[in-house]
């Protein structure tokens, strides 16, 4: 083989030498478009999977807002004045009358039953439509309407 080579002209050994270094650029090409063509597959799937990963959290997040909402408005109500400390707030009673509910509460000060108040309308899903605020026995008695 060597022998073969060596009888060859100088332009036929150029002649070899650029036909070997076109196919190894050639094949170094080829590889590099083949990459190329799968890492732009590869981030248009990843850009589909994320699109679709945040149209199924936004779905969720509905789902959830909407669980949320179809929770009675007495179990909102009860869970918020859970969250509050007994001491601030006692003699809770908590009537249904047809599509109004009513809350009656006792607190200490006028200040923790406005408190409690606003909480309650920001976070039941209800229209606050009454509010009524009266001092018996040095305690604050609330009652509020929600529609």
Not at 6 to 14: G, M
Not at 95 to 113: G, V, Y
Request: aromatic share 10%; hydrophobic share 40%.
């Amino acid at each position: 083989m060597n022998n073969i080579f060596n009888n060859l002209q100088p332009r036929e050994k150029n002649l070899i030498f650029i036909t070997i270094l076109l196919t190894f650029i050639f094949l170094v090409f080829f590889l590099l478009n083949n990459i190329i063509k799968d890492l732009n597959f590869s981030n248009k799937k990843l850009y589909k999977a994320k699109s679709d990963y945040e149209y199924v959290v936004s779905k969720a997040s509905v789902l959830e807002r909407s669980q949320i909402s179809s929770l009675s408005g007495i179990n909102q109500i009860k869970s918020v004045i859970e969250s509050y400390p007994s001491t601030q707030v006692s003699d809770v009673k908590i009537e249904e009358i047809e599509d109004t509910i009513k809350l009656t509460f006792r607190t200490e000060s006028l200040k923790s039953s406005i408190v409690l108040s606003d909480d309650l309308s920001m976070k039941v899903n209800k229209a606050l439509t009454n509010v009524i605020y009266s001092n018996i026995d040095n305690q604050q008695v609330t009652t509020l309407l929600f529609k």
